[in-house]
């Protein structure tokens, strides 16, 4: 070999080892830096990292400890591609403020100081904080629902695996889009949601829709420029299609139908009069109606995961019940839930057993309220009801040995009994799912109330239109049909059936719906609860993870 070819190699050789030693070096320092920032991290209550607060520092600890505090955001498009999910979250209804967002695109500004082994150990902090933040966010939501429902019994636990190692795997892979493809609710429902919200926005992007006047109601017929008006906002959420009338400030048909559809899309009686109850709907701003549907996109956040093939949806706000088999809706009927004063509370829990023919015996609050003042004031009341006075053992008791009026002052230690019967305030059947607060789906008397547009009437129970289709629906793999029910109803005997196959029920409150045709339904907020979730997600991200995703931002 010519010595100036020696020379070269010799100098080529000597580049690469200084640059393995010059890397190795530089990785070893920022492996001290994050070793140096994670301890601090850890030794004070409310981290911060560039101004943005540091939700997951247990698991970011021990994470870094499993990884001997080798840096895992090395690559840029490892980095652009988490800030891209990051951007991605509005599509959820999410502010990805709350994800780091203006620092992490920081870390992808020209110039910046990534050789400064400070800045490289802030950028692991961050980068992993935001990808913690978006996994738990979107499997769980941002908000915990029991803050803001005393009932909630769901079920938020983390899956049974390492949190630290699982996040190690999506850091070892780098496939960070992958790893957050699933993390949000796998239905077609959520979906639906999105493109709603979708829609929403573009409508608000195009200036929203105007404002009809008060005034006389409009109808078929009615002229003038609140007509008008009321033409363009209906052709802004596109209830009304179609090329202009000549004469715009005419109520045609072709109105009447358009404010009908609006009408049934907003749970007001669909008759075409656009009244008060229809102009107050009209005038909700399109910004308030995008809120609605981000409210509605957490709470599915909030039960919409590790769902079974086949369960029951009773949504409050809608006034409906779905039974959802295969993940797929095969049956929905009206229900009547409970007024503001009785809300029937959110919950999940299991249909074990039907009760044909049951009796009723009168929870506490209504025997004191409603029922003993009653019977004071009509002492044929128990008869005409079909009442019987029982004992806590069940043994009936003759009314006529009681002192009605003293049950005021000194209390009642007996029970009410409803028997069974076509009068019965369960009417002839009720799906058992016992529960703290003795609510269930049941049958009733009061069927006229069905057709209302507004259905809260009920003491929190589910009072359901079709019940005897559920039935039959619940019992077909037992062996029971239609004919079979009917005979056991009209023997007017109290018979418990057990489901073979339990099914799990989930009490829900939404106030918007969508489907795959692009339509949104919107609810009056029964219960008054949406401000108070749409105002937590407008709040700044919780540094304290909800409880039941604590495992996963604390690590083992």
Known sequence: MRKKETTYLFIFTLIVALTIASTALAQSTVREALRDR?????????????????????????????????????????????????????????????????????????????????????????????????????????????????????????????????????????????????????????????????????????????????????????????????????????????????????????????????????????????????????????????????????????????????????????????????????????????????????????????????????PPGILRKETLPAIRRDPDYLRRNNMSVVTMAGKVVDPSTIDWPATASKGFSYMIRQEPGPWNALGRVKFMFPNKHMVYLHDTPSKGLFTRSERAFSHGCIRTQNPFDLAGLLLDDQGWDRARIDRVVASKKNTRVNLEKPLPVMLLYWTAEANQKGTVFFRKDLYDRDAQIIEGLDEPFLVKPPKGAREALEGP
């Open 38 to 362: 994670v301890k601090k991290l850890s030794s004070i209550p409310n981290p911060v990292v560039d101004g943005a607060p540091i939700a997951a520092a247990p698991l970011i600890s021990a994470l870094c400890e499993r990884r001997g505090y080798e840096p895992a955001w090395t690559d840029p498009e490892m980095v652009r591609e988490l800030l891209d999910q990051v951007l991605r979250v509005v599509d959820h209804g999410l502010s990805p403020d709350d994800f780091h967002a203006r620092q992490l695109a920081a870390r992808l500004s020209p110039g910046r100081r990534a050789s400064d082994p400070g800045f490289a150990a802030d950028s692991e902090i961050l980068c992993t904080d935001a990808l913690a933040r978006l996994a738990v966010t979107l499997r769980f939501g941002k908000l915990d629902p029991a803050d803001y429902d005393p009932a909630w019994n769901f079920s938020r636990k983390i899956a049974e695996k390492d949190p630290v190692e699982v996040f190690n795997q999506v850091l070892e892979t780098g496939n960070v889009a992958k790893a957050l493809a699933t993390a949000g609710p796998q239905n077609e429902i959520y979906r639906w949601f999105q493109t709603a919200l979708a829609k929403y926005r573009s409508i608000l992007a195009k200036g929203g829709w105007p404002t009809v006047a008060a005034g006389p109601v409009l109808k078929v017929g009615s002229n003038g420029p609140r007509v008008a008006t009321l033409r363009e906002r209906l052709r802004a959420t596109g209830d009304l299609s179609g090329p202009a009338p000549v004469d715009r400030a005419l109520f045609d048909e072709g109105l009447d139908n358009a404010a009908k559809n609006f009408q049934m899309r907003h749970g007001i009686d669909a008759d075409g009069k656009v009244g008060p109850r229809s102009i107050e709907a009209l005038n909700v701003p399109v910004e308030d109606r995008i809120d609605q549907i981000r409210a509605n996109l957490e709470r599915m956040r909030w039960v919409f995961r590790d769902l079974p093939d086949d369960y029951l949806i009773v949504d409050i706000a809608g006034f409906h019940v779905y039974l959802i088999e295969e993940g797929r809706q095969i049956w929905s009927t009206r229900v009547q839930v409970g007024k503001p004063y009785h809300a029937t509370p959110v919950f999940r829990d299991t249909v074990r057993y039907l009760d044909f023919n049951p009796t009723w015996t009168i």
